[in-house]
């Protein structure tokens, strides 16, 4: 690989205008890597049809580019394209010839996937259609070009053994074999990933493409050194049942001082990371590549915590703070086990030189103290009850807020403003 | 379940134009089962796409299915329908109210969905979307349906390790848990199946669907109790190096006296069956359906041969008869494990009362018999070099012998009468 650690790659970002995505190309950019900043705004227009929004104001990728090459002296260049047009995606490769590619371009919600068929089927083919036009732009255009992917720790489900990073050593009747870890996963969503993390593997045998598979964990905070430049490079937060977090709806309801809802018993263990910690794994993905044909797994996370120790540490800040704060247990919409065993493995990153950020106080009082400061962009609609279950779909709370396709404009509702600043 | 074992369920087969599609309608139907046999008619039309065509001329489905009523005095209900159509497939179910869906409506050439990225997505969202819809059918229509879906022994790929029947118990570092078999499936189509299992898993526990995942090995023969009955009632006799299985080209190219072409070395173990099997397999898990939630996996085959195996059976069949035959090893087009372990267990039709018949000299040579017969209508061409390349896609062949979608009538291959006798 050219480049290596001093910067100077070309880096092609798809999913850039996302949570993560506009922050590792800040990251990248800042680097040194050449970074071309891909995304078609399909998060916007979910947003759109969700009546979500992100708690704080989003530019466009326009003026996020701008304001950028303003702060920074660092150019991105930003180019609007759908990972399912193939001859899109080619043309990039064609245009940029890319030592990586950072793929974050995927329908990222379980509940999103969960309020309908059609939700559902628009899930896997998004994604899966996605990252099979990025395998063959790879193998036609650029075939020394690293694949990093974004996973998720939620391919593997809840299973009662201990989770390693992608493979097992299975003995079985006297024979011994290193097989991918059998994955149990819990919605449309999730098992696109799976899906796509099977396909990659695939290319890797097949045509010796580069990959490094990164199953991630639930990624906490909203700010990043680059994010932090100014409110114009802000990345999203957010905080409704459909794609927020239960740690960052905790931190909303803390702020706004309504209870914190715990989806059934909350024994839910899951991985959680700061996103600092996120822009570090990938850089080091990024600067360490994977071999040719190697389909490289990393666990992506820092900690394990349950759902109801963490609106335990929400509610234990705000009692620092003389806030008292309840917290109501209500029912889960999610098919999911509420208590079981649970040890991830996450060992490579480190081995690679990962310095977590840990989830502590400070961290928990800097989002609420954000959430206070945009308490009023807060619709409490969407603290409400869930809006999708996992047996029936969207329920009365999703009909009522999502603005439908074809829908007159007055039944649309109204969202705080730059929330919808679209290019 | 009503129904039971004298017959009377209501069954649709999904995919009834096909190979095995036809002929389990008909059987099905002639134990007292309501069929409605359902297809696109997708498999036609990709032969037209590919200049190829069934040895064994096949009548159109209007006809096929008279033609059963008349010989047999069953009806059959014919409707033309694509799975990946939600209102058509919801109408189904909701006119039928089927108690059982038998499902092979998927694109099942694993060449011919490595041809390029077209037919490489085509194959994953053809039969990923079919199922997911088929999926929430059953959920919202007829819950207590069960489904039957064909996937294939290709899913497990060659472990190093025994395969069993859809599940594995794992020790790992002092815990167990029973999991699903690691899956290392070797191209895009045996990756959609992977797909559709994990889909249908999830189903099972999200929604307490009941399902069958029947992994079925390499099926052969041409002859059922019921295509035997009368011409039009036929099934496929594919011979190509798309759709044809190793097997049947053998069995092609000692009928016509050109050597036995060996993909590499030979040693690729797979499981078969002969297609009167694939009836009672089949028949037996819909007359022991699955309970509700449940997710039971069948390994449908009944030995275990390597291709050279394969192409000695054949030579040693001709040499009976005084013909002598050679074998060649040609350069593999797939990419695969060339010699490995391999031992799949078969055990759980067996236990539900499956008799196997094992391939003999006596079903070889019917079949070397067969292909004499339509000796003529052989096209040569069709066992040349495999059009197919993992690494490379369609070769050369694949470009002479194609029908390109808007390709002028003049360049259009012609293919043997009766081989396109559409409705």
């Known amino acids: 690989m050219s480049g290596s650690k001093s910067g100077g ?3 092609l ?5 996302g949570y993560i995505g506009w922050p590792m190309a800040m990251h990248l950019s800042k680097l040194g890597h050449k970074v071309v900043a891909v995304d078609n705004l399909a998060r916007r227009r979910w947003d759109r049809e969700g009546g979500t929004y992100s708690l704080l104001p989003l530019r466009s990728m326009g003026r996020r580019v701008a ?15 759908d990972l399912r047009d193939f001859p899109a995606v080619d043309a990039l490769f064609a245009e940029f010839r890319p030592q990586a590619v950072i793929h974050f371009a995927e329908q990222r919600s379980a509940p999103y996937s969960m309020v309908d068929r059609e939700h559902a089927t628009m899930t896997q083919v998004n994604n899966v259609v996605g990252t099979i036009n990025v395998l063959f732009a790879i193998k036609d255009r650029v075939p020394d070009c690293h694949l990093i992917k974004l996973g998720t720790m939620g391919e593997y489900g809840t299973p009662n053994i201990d989770i390693e990073e992608g493979y097992i050593d299975i003995e079985h009747n006297g024979r011994r074999d290193r097989l991918p870890f059998p994955k149990v996963a819990g919605s449309f969503y999730h098992l696109s990933k799976v899906h796509d993390s099977n396909n990659i593997h695939f290319a890797t045998r097949a045509w010796g493409v580069r990959a490094t598979d990164l199953n991630q964990g639930v990624v906490y905070g909203f700010e990043t050194e680059e994010t932090s430049l100014h409110p114009d490079l802000h990345t999203r937060f957010d905080f409704d049942s459909i ?11 803390a702020a706004v001082g309504q209870p ?28 360490n590549p994977a071999e040719r044909g190697e389909c490289r797994v990393f666990n992506q996370f820092t900690e394990q915590f349950s759902v109801l120790q963490l609106a335990e540490l929400v509610a234990k800040v705000r009692h620092e703070h003389g806030l008292e704060t309840t917290i109501s247990h209500v029912p889960n919409p999610r098919v ?47 603290l409400e009850q869930p809006s999708v279950s996992w047996k029936s779909g969207g329920n009365e709370v999703w009909d009522r807020y999502s603005n439908k396709e074809g829908a007159s404009p007055a039944s649309r509702k109204a969202v705080p403003a730059g929330s919808a600043d679209l290019v």
Not at 13 to 17: E, K, L, P, T
Not at 355 to 360: D, V
Request: hydrophobic share 40%.
């Open 9 to 11: 790659l070309t880096v």
């Open 336 to 382: 999911e086990a509420e208590e079981h065993y649970y040890n991830a493995k996450h060992q490579l990153l480190l081995d690679l030189g990962l310095k977590p950020h840990f989830l502590g106080d400070t961290l928990l009082e800097s989002v609420i103290q954000m959430v206070e400061q945009h308490a009023s962009r807060v619709d409490p609609v969407l």
């Open 243 to 253: 794609w927020g977090t239960a740690l960052n709806r905790f931190c909303v309801q």
């Open 260 to 287: 914190l809802t715990v989806y059934g018993k909350g024994g839910q263990t899951r991985g959680f990371l700061d996103i600092r910690d996120t822009m570090a794994c990938v850089t080091l993905a990024l600067e």
């Open 13 to 17: 970002v798809f999913g850039a205008d």
């Open 67 to 81: 304001r950028w090459q303003d702060v920074s002296g660092h150019p991105i260049e930003w180019r609007r394209a």
